[in-house]
């Protein structure tokens, strides 16, 4: 069995900055973050490594977000809010670290483990407008009929939960502080942690919103009450037909959700058919360790005082 493991780069660096200590190159450049993301991906390249079996064959490689306001989905939403005269409250994934110094650190960490990962040849996915959801969710697509491919992403973003249609794909959602590591491969697994099968997360979501992604969703409707209209009804349009539905809440009833209903479902489906991502499986394999490759990855370990670097 071949087995895909994908793993959203700024989803895992962002975890790694919450845990990491503020430490800085002989430059003084923020290093703390790259170093436990270099180490958590070294120990999930060893875990795989100990458990796989013997005719097994394992890939990693790296979805990338393509820069905020570049992406399709904010450019839609920077459209919508011209149109309607709105402020940049209003823009997508508004609000998302205000924090300046913290987000030129990350920025930065980013870049340098992105150098990293390309100097020890792994392969790194990305495309204009696209998010690293997105990339995700085409790597699913592209292998999801082959029976000798098993494809896990890991993310804890709930949007990737509706690629759980896909029979070989699983979710593996690493720990974070108080959360425990969960992992979703089949529907009962998605009902069980969301109320809902994987063809109904994208109407799930839209009812309840986002608010890292500034997506405001229908107010009034929580994670209970959603799971059992959309059980009830089938599908969110379905019961936006019918009155006694729209006239439990005040926003549906007026007509003054923030954000229409439309445009929501939309930022939350994901793109299957990102251009560029590849569709042949030797492309998912690391480059050879040459000699010329390994010195590589021992000066940028020894620039940056790194303890190791995936064997370097």
């Not at 989905?73 to 205000?98: M, T």
Request: proline share 5%; hydrophobic share 40%; charged share 30%.
């Amino acid at each position: 069995m071949n087995h895909i493991h994908a793993i959203d780069l700024s989803n895992w660096i962002h975890r790694a900055y919450y845990v990491a200590p503020a430490e800085l190159s002989a430059n003084g450049e923020p290093t703390g973050a790259a170093k436990v993301f270099i180490n958590m991906v070294e120990a999930l390249v060893s875990k795989v490594k100990e458990t796989a079996g013997k005719n097994d064959k394992h890939f990693f490689v790296f979805a990338v977000d393509c820069p905020r306001e570049k992406s399709n989905r904010y450019l839609k939403v920077a459209r919508w809010v011209k149109k309607k005269g709105l402020d940049e409250n209003h823009l997508y994934k508004a609000g998302r670290d205000d924090d300046p110094e913290k987000r030129a650190s990350i920025r930065s960490q980013i870049k340098l483990v992105l150098k990293m990962l390309e100097v020890s040849g792994f392969p790194l996915f990305a495309a204009d407008g696209a998010e690293a959801d997105d990339v995700l969710a085409t790597i699913s697509f592209i292998f999801k009929d082959d029976p000798n491919i098993r494809v896990w992403l890991y993310t804890r973003d709930k949007d990737c939960a509706q690629l759980l249609k896909y029979k070989n794909t699983s979710i593996i959602m690493p720990d974070t502080g108080n959360a425990k590591q969960i992992v979703l491969s089949t529907s009962k697994d998605c009902i069980a942690k969301y109320g809902v099968p994987p063809k109904r997360i994208v109407d799930y979501l839209t009812m309840l919103g986002d608010k890292a992604d500034n997506i405001p969703g229908i107010p009034g409707l929580g994670e209970s009450k959603a799971a059992a209209a959309l059980k009830q009804y089938g599908s969110l349009s379905s019961a936006l037909e019918d009155p006694d539905f729209v006239k439990r809440f005040k926003s549906l009833r007026e007509g003054s959700l923030v954000m229409p209903v439309k445009m929501m479902r939309n930022l939350i489906r994901l793109d299957t058919e990102v251009q560029g991502i590849p569709t042949d499986l030797e492309d998912y394999a690391r480059k050879p360790l040459t000699d010329k490759r390994v010195e590589r990855m021992r000066k940028l370990r020894k620039k940056y005082r790194f303890s190791s670097l995936f064997g370097a």
